[in-house]
Every structure is written in C-alpha cells, then in structure tokens.
C-alpha cells in the first residue's frame, strides 16, 4: 500500500455530531447509516481538515465552536512531511496531528504538529495525502478545464514537459504583447511627455546653472546689499584695536594691552606667576595685531559696486525661475535634468523598440505555434492510453459495452497563432479544448458526459477516471461521497468490488447507503443518532458479525429483522469475502 493512513477523526460540535470518534481501518472503510445521521460530516471533517472552506452553519447550535481532529500516517520524507515540517511541525511517532476549529462567529484556526499554520498550509498538504470525491467533484469534472486538467495529470511528464516549454513561451508573449499595447495605446501621451520635458531642458540649458551656484549667490547678494554697513563696521572696530591715524591721542586696545604688557615685563623675574601671566598678555597683542590687520584688509576688500548687486540679483531671479518648475533647489534642478534626459532618450527610442518588439512577437508566436502542436501530439497520445484505460474500467463496473473517448479541438480565431495551416486561439495551457465522451452502449454516438451520462453513469465514469489515476499518480487515501448515486443491483455490486481492489493499493473511505458497495468494506461504520437528534461519541461504531448483518438487512429491505433481507446480507458478504 502507498505510505500514509487516515487513522482516525475526532469530531466535536459539527452538524448533528456532538462528540464522537471515527476509527478508519488501513483498507476499505464503509460509513452507513439512515439518511440525517450525519455520515457526510465525515466527508465535511475530513475537507476542514485538509484546509476546506470553514462555513459557521456548520457549528453545532448552542456550541461556541466545532472542533476536528485527525490523525495521518505518512511516508518519511515525503513531500507533505518536508513541507510539514517547514512550518514547523513535528511528527507524532511517524504520524501528523492536523486539527481546525471553526468557530461560531466564522473564526477559523489550524494546528498542525502541535504548531498554529495558516489554513492555507493544510491545503498544500491535501493533494498528497487524500483525494476527496462526492457530488460536486462529479459536477467538476463536467468543466472542460477539468478535463483538460485530468488529461494532463494522467499523461504525467509525457504532457508536463512540453507544457512547461509552451507555458514559458506564452508568458513572454504576453509580457511582450503588454509592452506594445502600452507603447501604442500611449503613443499621444508619451509623445506630450516628450515636447514638456524638451522645453524644461532647454530652460536648463539656457540658464546653465552651476551646482550649489544659488546657495553662493544668496550669500553675496546679502553681503553687496549691506556693503556699506560692513565697511563702517569694519572700520569702526579696527579703531578700536588698533588706533585712528586722524585721531593720535585716542586710546585703543592694542596700546592699553602693550602698556600692560611693559609693566608685567618689568618685574617677570622675580615671580614665575607673573611671568606666565605676562606671555599670555603678549599673546593677546599679537592676536590683536592679526585680528586688527585683517579687519583693515576686509574693509580694503570690500566691493560696494551696486552694478554687481543688480548683476547678481538678476542671476538670482532666473535661477528662481528654474526651482519654481523644476526643484527645490538648483542641486535638485540639476538632479531633475539628468533624470530627464535619460527618460528623453527612452522615450525618443520608441519607435526602435517598436519595431524591435513586433519582430520579437512575431518570432514568439511562430515558435509558440510549434510548442502548441507539441503539446496537442502528446495530449493525443495521452488521450487514447486514458480512454482506452477508463473504457476497460467502466466494462468491470457493469457499463461493459460502454466507450469513453476524447474530443480535443482548437477554436479558429484571427489573432491567435498558426497550428498545423490554421490560425486558432490560444491560452496560458495551449490551443486545446479538451472534452470527455461517453457512448454507453453500442451505436450511441459518443456525446459530452455532461450530456450523455445519467446519475449512475456519472458516477462510474468518476470511479472509473479515479481508478486509473490511482495507477499512475496514486494518493495515500481516497474518500468517495456517494459514489454509488443513482446505482443499483448488479452496477453498485460491481462498484463495491472495484473499491476493494483499490483498497489493496490505497486506504479506501465510501459513505454509501448501497449494502451492495458496504458488503465489500474491510470494515463497516455505522453513524446513527440518539432520541435527541445527536450524534455522541457512542453514535459511531464499527459493525462485526450479528451487527453488520442487522445493518445490511436495514440498507436492504428498511427492516433489521426481516429474513429475507439477512439472507441476502449473508449472500453479499459471502459474495465480497469469496472475491477477496
């Protein structure tokens, strides 16, 4: 058997199950019971577990919260333990401990391995574990896409590899085809970007301002503005240190330090104090002479020239004029400038690009054409070895004269690519439309399953498609909600028998209400209810000997006790276990 079991499911507060537990065995697995006992919870627990939708009507009424809780055996070192333990799982002697809460609110919260994971991590880990099928899987298989998507997972690397080759393509086709819509559609745009930053850089270029050039001007301007001030000062303030030559008997601080200077030098010698108070006072002398000297300069240096200030003042204003558009500051104009033409030349190369990406889509859409044939051969090849395989399937399930073929074709359309001498559309997954065609007996011409299938055929023709891929892509466990709708008699025997035979390969779980599908269990749950309407943890028992046969007699006949429906339980298991 394929490494990995469903052991059990502990479910609290979902539906009309109040606490109980379901045991599944490692091979087939029936779940009966009358109609509203709760057997789809365990399909409903099951999906939550493996990252299902969580719907708050499905809290127990008067419950906070519903609560599921499985168990699963899987193979070391496959891919849902490595990816169970990126998120930080950790396995339970050889087993994963999933549980999900959905509370009443519609609060939803996974564990897996003892770790809170988002719900989304549960659903990665589903397509390697278990392959759940019921009513609406069947109505999904009825999708065209669906079909194509069966098709390619059984055709395996065979399909895969040249879809990977082809899907490439597409992508770059696609980003390919964006960029010229852009470049066309915004053509007129584009073209108004151009002639506006054009003008702006001709602005630029007119004023050819030099970085940091308005942060000097701003300081000259202030110092030419107040030129007569500053001389004044200047002067002023080198009278003061140094002396006024039309004023000889003014006092200044140079004279008044050189005097006190004098007296200190006299008496230096005989206190080392004074002495060192003297030479800081010579310091401040020469200080003052340098501070004095260059004060003179400055006043010397000065230019009060009110021509340069209107110069100046005029070089300021076109600065101006430029960070008003263009930035705050010239660094910033400058900065803008170079951003500018660079886009400039992006845009000027337009038309080169252009011409540059139509030849590179239409190189693309012949290559695309090739990949798209590639993958057609192979689909064709796969379609033939899949109908052949599901054909043979359907002939043990009592449909023996019964035929599943595929149609594949290709939409003409103008604009897709050229496959085999015709232009047809095209997708993310080639040119082709897949569809499934059943003739279920013979002369009936092959129609769409949707069309020509019932109920019953539907369900086998499902059973059947399962049957194969557990061949070539096989899952650990499989769960089939009522597989078996709209079969009967000898069909539902011949449906149990199958499910058995994959048992032997796979963990098998059927909810049925076919005695005839139950019979063939390696062993039998029954779900049923309490006078309250609940069902409690006693509520989910596995069947043996006298209660198994009870239960067949009631799926027979509606009476537990009638003969003739026991006989006949005893004849269809005797049946299943000679089949085994």
């Keep these: 058997m394929v490494g990995g079991v469903l052991e059990e499911m502990r479910i609290r507060s979902l539906g009309v199950i109040d606490d109980a537990v379901v045991e599944l065995s490692p091979g087939f697995t029936a779940v009966t019971g009358e109609t509203g006992a709760g057997k789809t919870m365990v399909v409903t627990s099951l999906g939550l577990l493996l990252g299902g939708r969580a719907d708050p009507a ?12 499985g168990r699963i055996t899987v193979p070391p070192g496959g891919t849902a ?8 799982a950790e396995l339970d002697d050889g087993a994963l401990l999933i549980s999900r809460t959905v509370s009443a609110e519609g609060r939803s919260r996974a564990h897996l391995g003892g770790r809170s994971v988002p719900v989304g991590v549960l659903a990665e880990l589903a397509d390697e574990l278990v392959a759940v099928h019921g009513q609406t899987d069947q109505q999904g298989l009825l999708k065209l896409s669906r079909q194509r998507q069966a098709l390619d997972r059984y055709a395996g690397d065979a399909v895969a590899v ?10 770059r086709l696609r980003a390919i085809v964006a960029e010229l819509d852009e470049i066309t559609t915004r053509a007129r745009e584009r073209a108004q970007e151009a002639d506006l930053l054009r003008f702006g850089l001709d602005e630029v270029a007119a004023v050819e301002p030099r970085a940091g050039e308005d942060v000097e001007l701003a300081a000259e301007a202030e110092r030419l503005g107040h030129a007569e001030a500053l001389a004044s000062a200047a002067t002023a303030a080198h009278a003061a240190l140094a002396g006024n030559p039309e004023d000889p008997e003014g006092i200044d601080a140079a004279t008044l330090v050189a005097g006190a200077h004098r007296a200190l030098e006299a008496v230096r010698s005989h206190d080392s104090a004074l002495a060192t108070l003297s030479g800081r006072i010579g310091e401040i002398a020469i200080l003052l002479g340098d501070v004095a000297g260059e004060l003179a300069g400055y006043a010397d240096d000065l230019d009060a020239d009110p021509l340069r200030l209107s110069a100046v003042e005029e070089r300021r204003a076109a600065l101006t004029q430029l960070t008003r558009k ?16 660079a886009r400039l030349t992006e845009l000027d190369g337009d038309d080169d690009r252009l011409d540059e990406l139509t030849a590179e889509r239409d190189a693309l859409r012949g290559e695309l054409g090739g990949l798209a044939q590639a993958l057609t051969d192979a689909r064709t090849e796969a379609a033939e070895r899949f109908a052949a395989a599901v054909t043979a399937e359907l002939a043990s399930l009592a449909m023996p004269h019964a035929r599943v073929s595929f149609e594949i074709r290709q939409t003409e359309d103008p604009e897709g690519v050229e496959v085999g001498g015709r232009t047809v559309a095209y ?6 439309e897949v569809e499934l065609l059943l003739a279920p007996h013979p002369g009936a011409p092959p129609r769409p399953i949707a069309k020509g299938a019932s109920g019953g055929e539907l369900s086998r023709v499902m059973l059947a498609v399962e049957v194969v891929f557990a061949g070539v ?6 769960l089939f909600d009522e597989v078996d ?14 499910l058995a035979r994959l048992a032997r390969t796979a963990q098998v779980v059927v909810v049925t209400h076919l005695p005839q599908v139950a019979a063939f269990a390696d062993r039998q749950l029954l779900v049923e209810k309490t006078n309250d309407g609940s069902v409690t943890r ?29 006989a006949h339980a005893e004849e269809l298991l005797a049946t299943a276990r000679s089949d085994g």
Excluded: C
Excluded at 58 to 69: D, N, T
Excluded at 81 to 88: F, I, K, L, N, P
Excluded at 544 to 563: H, K, P, T, V
């Design 473 to 478: 892509d096989p899952v650990p466990t499989y």
């Design 326 to 341: 263009y930035g705050q500051d010239i660094d910033a104009v400058l900065a803008w400038a170079e951003q500018s033409t």
């Design 427 to 432: 997708g993310p997954a080639g040119v082709d």
């Design 81 to 88: 333990v490595v990816r169970a333990e990126e998120a930080g």
């Design 162 to 171: 040249p879809l990977a080759k082809y899907a490439g393509a597409h992508r």
């Design 538 to 566: 006693s509520g989910v028992k596995v069947l043996e000997g006298e209660e198994r046969i009870r239960e067949l007699s009631r799926m027979l006949a509606g009476q537990e006790d009638s003969e003739t429906a026991r």
């Design 485 to 498: 709708a709209g079969v009967g008699g000898k069909a539902a025997v011949e449906i149990g028998r199958r």
């Design 58 to 69: 499905l809290v127990r009424i008067g419950a906070k919260s519903a609560v599921v809780e």
